[in-house]
């Protein structure tokens, strides 16, 4: 059977609550990727090729075929993120405290006499603007 129409049997079966929060999500969520996966199914259910919906919304067709593998095998659950399960996260917030550190310092501490955006270049050596 093709995927399209594999998405759009289990779309079927799927409560109508379930798929009212997919239609939202897809509209509005603040996960990207999430929103992006919803909107493929979505497009799916309706009968869109792969093709189309790769064209469409500038994912790659192994996206779309992924979702639709995981959306038939788990239902609106495989529209999760996998990574839950991955256990404790390494960066800490002494990690982000000097990572922010590290972008937020001034040129001037790196030895610049001025931030490298304000230096005068060629072109405005050239053109006589500052």
Known sequence: MEVVALVAVVWKKTAK???????AAAMLDRDAAFMMRCKIVLNLSRGESPLAIHRILG?????????????????V??????????????ADDTFEYHVLIAVFRSQQDYGFRRPTWTRRTSWSRRTGST
């Open 77 to 90: 659950a495989g529209l999760m993120d996998g990574r839950v399960d991955n256990g404790t996260t390494k």
């Open 59 to 75: 994912c790659s067709r192994s996206q779309v075929y992924r979702v639709a593998a995981r959306f038939v095998k788990d239902g």
């Open 17 to 23: 609550p379930l798929r009212g929060r997919v239609r």
